[in-house]
C-alpha cells in the first residue's frame, strides 16, 4: 500500500488480511481496481442523515434514515432494488408502525382544527367540552 495516500479505513481492513510484502507490491492503479470492485466509496452528503443507535433486550440495534437526490443509475437501482426488497416482513412492519406514528398525530390535529373551526356553528359549549365528548364517545 502506498505510504503518501490519506488513511482509509477499507484499504486498511483489506490489506491487514494480507500479508505485507504482498500488500506493499499493489500499485495506485491496483488499488482504485481493488476498492471499485468491492464498491468501496465514502458516503456521499445526504439532506436528511439520521443514525440512531439503541439498545433492545440484550443487544443494540441501529436505525438510518437516509434521504436525497438520487445518483444512482437505473441499472443500478434495478440490481439493488432486487437484492433490498421493499416488501419484506420487517420493512412492512416499520412501515406500518411508521405510519401510525406520523399519521395518528396528523389525524388528530386535524380534527381538533376542524372541530375548533366547527365550534362557533353549534353553540353547544366549549371547545374542551366537545373535545371530551368525543373522546368519550370514542373510547366507550
Known amino acids: 500500500m502506498v505510504k503518501d495516500e490519506p488513511r482509509d479505513p477499507?484499504?486498511?481492513k483489506f490489506f491487514?488480511?494480507?500479508?505485507?510484502?504482498?500488500?506493499q507490491s499493489f500499485t495506485?492503479?491496483?488499488?482504485a481496481a481493488i476498492k471499485l470492485a468491492f464498491g468501496a466509496r465514502t458516503w456521499g452528503s445526504h439532506k436528511i442523515d439520521i443514525?440512531?443507535?439503541f439498545p433492545l433486550f440484550w443487544r443494540r440495534?441501529?436505525?438510518?434514515w437516509l434521504a436525497g437526490r438520487e445518483q444512482r443509475p437505473?441499472?443500478?437501482?434495478?440490481k439493488e432494488g432486487g437484492r433490498h426488497p421493499f416488501a419484506s416482513l420487517g420493512n412492512a412492519a416499520i412501515t406500518v408502525i411508521f405510519c401510525l406514528v406520523v399519521g395518528i398525530p396528523?389525524?388528530?390535529?386535524?380534527?381538533?382544527?376542524?372541530?375548533?373551526?366547527?365550534?362557533?356553528n353549534e353553540g353547544s359549549g366549549s371547545f374542551l367540552a366537545q373535545l371530551m365528548e368525543q373522546l368519550s364517545q370514542l373510547f366507550k
Open 28 to 31: 495506485p492503479a491496483q488499488i
Open 51 to 53: 443514525r440512531l443507535s
Open 16 to 23: 491487514s488480511r494480507i500479508h505485507p510484502t504482498v500488500a
Open 61 to 64: 440495534y441501529y436505525i438510518v
Open 74 to 78: 437505473p441499472e443500478r437501482r434495478a
Open 106 to 120: 396528523i389525524l388528530l390535529s386535524l380534527y381538533l382544527l376542524q372541530a375548533a373551526l366547527s365550534m362557533g
Open 10 to 12: 477499507f484499504l486498511e
